[in-house]
């Protein structure tokens, strides 16, 4: 089987970009038609969105975004269309392509004081680009506060000026979109939040770099969008003669009676997603509840001490445990967690493991990489806080990209940093952001069954970093298919129906 081209998608930060621009100058394209085609694409999405004759107000910035901004609005006067055209700074002070397309446009150029974007049907806003790295001021954030306020539709080219590129992410005023047209691959923070949002629709415009002038074997892309192409390669296959220990056993380390449902909920998700077999190993006081709960193929052990556990771990046909969901804060549950460290067996770290081992962050890696088994830690945003405010790296990231990535370098782990922009890092700096999902996710109960997904697709030998990335995007169409109304229980099931999607492709 070939291998997929994982380079559709593949995302390029600020200086990535910058020097696929160089590559394609240096081949032989000249930079002017790269910013006309640029232009063109800006154009054809305005085009779109408004009727003939329609009133239209382009931005223009002092850089190659204003270039883009020039090419879209004689594009745009050459339709008919109404344009005016308002440039930050003066004319005189363009350089390079900019200005070679500043001299194309032979209409009149106003001053952005006193604009006025409510009396015009459509905005261009091709202010800044990606790479602005200090927040907007003066008159040009007074400008773009004017545009939030008008309710016009908003066209940005690149990216909403104001918001970083790399981080998704702005220190002031930005630009709320209702379309974003960007070129050749999306960069992080057309996916991290709240850059996600501010971009709206986001439109990605060939412009004819050519990939291969890019990506090469000797620079190989490492962050890219979430989407069955970048792991569907490593999904479990089972042949016809299979057994349900050839599928994976999962174990999941349960606490007491207080915390039944959380454990069961990881347990069920792992034998939807194709396990053969998943067991609770739980205090004996809390056996019964969990038999009496079903569903019947879920299997139930008693686990008394770390003794006991130990044993269970030991298990020659076990293939992954998870733990953390309703596991507890005391010491039985601290010991328990350094059982499963311990064991030689893929392991995901999620809920109250990760709260416990906050305080071992520094010995962390020490015990992963004693292991010889993929080991998975899953916090949310304040769990991670927990475990790695005090390191100082990983503190001081700019951006949640950042921080996941230097997390898993610190622990040796794959770091899966959950919201709605998940990101799922590994220590080789492979790094992926997620968009599948739905607000109907924020529900008691939706990691447990996160865990549990992944706990699965370990446990039928998926690649660790894969079997991440895949349990986070059919966790997020799980909640997008079910919608508002969506109760944890309901997740096991709804991705369940949608394995045939990620088999089919």
């Not at 890019?214 to 969008?225: D, E």
């Not at 009676?257 to 077999?277: C, N, Q, T």
């Amino acid at each position: 089987m070939n291998r997929p081209d994982l380079t559709d998608l593949a995302l390029l930060d600020v200086a990535g970009m910058a020097r696929a621009d160089a590559a394609v100058i240096a081949a032989g394209t000249p930079g002017v038609l790269l910013m006309e085609r640029a232009g063109q694409a800006v154009a054809d999405a305005v085009a779109r969105r408004v009727r003939s004759g329609a009133s239209v107000l382009v931005l223009c910035g002092p850089g190659n975004n204003g270039g883009d901004g020039f090419v879209a609005a004689r594009l745009l006067a050459e339709r008919g269309l109404r344009v005016t055209l308002a440039l930050v700074g003066e004319r005189s002070l363009l350089a390079g392509d900019a200005a070679t397309m500043a001299q194309r446009w032979t209409g009149a150029i106003v001053q952005i004081a006193g604009l006025q974007p409510q009396r015009y049907d459509i905005v261009v806003d091709a202010l800044f680009g990606a790479g602005l790295n200090r927040p907007l001021e003066g008159e040009v954030a007074a400008l773009v506060a004017a545009v939030n306020a008008s309710g016009r539709p908003v066209v940005a080219v690149d990216v909403p000026s104001g918001l970083s590129g790399d981080t998704g992410r702005s220190a002031g005023e930005v630009v709320r979109a209702a379309q974003t047209v960007t070129f050749f691959r999306l960069k992080p923070g057309h996916l991290l939040q709240p850059g996600r949002a501010l971009c709206g629709t986001v439109t990605l415009a060939d412009i004819g770099i050519v990939p291969e002038l890019v990506f090469s074997a000797g620079r190989p892309p490492t962050t890219f969008r979430n989407a069955p192409a970048l792991w569907r390669e490593g999904w479990p296959s089972h042949a016809v003669d299979t057994h349900k220990y050839r599928r994976g056993a999962v174990l999941v380390v349960a606490g007491g009676l207080s915390g039944v449902g959380a454990p069961r909920l990881g347990a069920r998700a792992a034998l939807r997603i194709g396990a053969g077999l998943a067991t609770i190993a739980c205090h004996p006081e809390a056996l019964a509840a969990h038999a009496a709960r079903g569903p019947d193929a879920l299997m139930q052990r008693a686990a008394a001490d770390t003794a006991a556990l130990g044993r269970l771990l030991a298990e020659r046909r076990l293939s992954a445990v998870l733990i953390g969901p309703a596991l507890g804060l005391d010491a039985r549950a601290r010991d328990a967690v350094m059982a499963v460290l311990r064991a030689q067996v893929p392991v995901v770290l999620d809920a109250d493991a990760l709260t416990l081992l906050s305080a071992r962050t520094g010995s962390l890696k020490r015990y992963v990489e004693r292991r010889d088994a993929g080991c998975v830690l899953t916090p949310h945003e304040g769990e991670f806080e927990r475990i790695f405010s005090a390191v100082h790296d990983i503190a001081q990231a700019r951006s949640k990209l950042e921080r996941a990535r230097r997390a898993a370098v610190h622990t040796g782990a794959v770091i899966v940093l959950k919201g709605s922009d998940t990101v799922i890092a590994c220590p080789t700096g492979r790094a992926a952001i997620n968009t599948t999902g739905s607000p109907a996710l924020a529900t008691a109960g939706s990691g447990d069954v996160l865990g549990g997904l992944i706990a699965g697709l370990l446990a039928q030998g998926m690649p660790t970093f894969e079997a991440a990335c895949a349990a986070v995007w059919l966790h997020g169409r799980a909640g997008e298919e079910v919608g508002i109304g969506l109760i944890a229980d309901d997740l096991p099931e709804a991705a369940m129906r949608l394995l045939g999607e990620i088999v089919a492709g």
